[in-house]
């Protein structure tokens, strides 16, 4: 049989110590504090523990905080109303959200069946490559055509 | 006639009460209603927030993020819990949110973990009380300093209990763990600023000594009327 390296503590210590934390921060009711502040008394190496435990807490010290700028209040407020749903009011519950993705989804699937729709229609009336063909020569372009041709071929007629 | 005007006066609005009427109003439409809830709480945001960053822009971004975020789900709020509890959980959530989108801590080491509460060790008897020559200012950057080196489940229960000042419960139900999961971790996270402090300070560590006042700290309480306020400690 092997002897523990420390002997056990006192069971009013070994309670004792348990309750420390909760009591130096006012945790531990009146029926449990009472006898603990009596054993702090007698016990000086439970009540060297204790003041351990306050001494880690004076180091912990809060930081400053920063000023609240002025008109924070009424920013905030106004940011909060400008991003709400129209009538002002705050966003409902994410239960309805599924419900809205899927009408959204379906808007825009609308949406482009209705531009592929027109674009096919408008492509209808027109002319295709094949059918691009040039007018033939109204007869007054003609006559002016075989009058200019009789001149150039005149005596009088020469280019300078 | 003393006892009948007295049986009939019309009892004070208590700070709960007004909170459920201002949020009845934000929901109605009213904006200075909701101006109002944000200059009740505003300050309080401010503080808390400062436990995790010490940018005043990140501060400031982190409490309007915070306000915008409740005001969005203020139709899901239930008068039942307290709205200053409520707020806080937005609060701390949205700057540990904030704080992972910009890569740095808060560190985490198993989120889901737990620890059982231990003695405390002989062998380590904690610190000495801090140097009455160190001014305020320079213990609260000693204070940020380690704070930066704690995990995340250890900074939250801290700032909570040592900065807020709220009570078990009330760090219970802001974070939604049990008593006996706040009291284990707040007993880990003072093991840990401990450590912590004698790795930053240990000149100031090795050389100081002397006494702490007796008994237990006071606390400061939230305002409201949910269940911890004036409740005693029950494990």
């Given amino acids: 049989m092997t002897r523990p390296e420390r002997p056990e503590l006192p069971l009013a210590c070994a309670r004792a110590r348990a309750l420390l934390n909760r009591y130096g921060d006012g945790e531990l009711e009146e029926s449990l504090a009472a006898p603990l502040r009596g054993h702090l008394l007698e016990c000086p190496d439970c009540r060297a523990m204790f003041a351990a435990e306050r001494n880690l807490r004076r180091w912990i010290v809060r930081p400053e905080a920063p000023a609240v700028p002025a008109g924070f209040a009424e920013r905030v407020a106004a940011l909060a109303f400008a991003g709400a749903v129209p009538g002002a009011r705050p966003q409902p519950a994410p239960s309805n959200e599924p419900a809205l993705r899927l009408v959204l989804w379906l808007t825009a699937a609308a949406a482009a069946a209705l531009l592929l729709l027109a674009l096919a229609l408008g492509s209808l009336g027109r002319p295709g490559g094949e059918e691009l063909v040039a007018e033939p020569l109204p007869e007054v372009l003609q006559q002016l055509d075989q009058i200019e041709r009789e001149f150039q071929a005149s005596p009088a007629w020469s280019p300078r | ?235």
Avoid at chain 2, 40 to 64: K, M, P
Avoid at chain 2, 105 to 125: F, I
Avoid at chain 2, 202 to 213: Q, V
């Fill in chain 2, 1 to 235: 006639m003393g006892l009948f005007a007295m049986s009939h006066a019309p009892e004070e609005p208590t700070a709960a009460d007004e909170d459920v009427r201002l949020v009845s109003a934000t929901l109605a439409g009213d904006q200075a209603a909701f101006a109002e809830l944000v200059r009740r709480y505003q300050e309080r945001l401010f503080g808390l927030v400062r436990g995790y960053t010490r940018s005043t822009a990140e501060i400031e971004d982190v409490v309007q993020e915070t306000f915008l975020k409740a005001y969005s789900k203020l139709a899901s709020y239930r008068a039942e819990s307290s709205f200053s509890t409520w707020l806080c959980r937005i609060a701390v959530n949205t700057a540990l949110d904030q704080l992972k989108r910009r890569g740095r801590s808060p560190l985490v080491e198993n989120p889901g973990a737990d620890w059982n509460l231990e003695e405390p060790s002989e062998a380590t008897p904690g610190p000495p009380p801090p140097d009455a020559r160190l001014e305020r200012a320079e213990l609260q950057q000693i204070t940020e300093a380690v704070l930066e080196t704690l995990p995340e489940p250890f900074r939250s229960v801290l700032v909570l209990r040592e900065f807020e000042e709220l009570s078990y419960l009330e760090i219970a139900e802001l974070l939604d763990i049990s008593i006996g999961t706040v009291e284990s971790r707040l007993f880990r996270a003072r093991a840990r600023f401990k450590e912590a402090l004698a790795e930053i300070q240990p000149e100031l560590f090795r050389d100081l000594s002397g006494p702490a006042p007796d008994g237990p700290r006071k606390r400061r309480r939230l305002g409201g009327s949910g269940p911890a306020a004036g409740r005693p400690f029950q494990d």
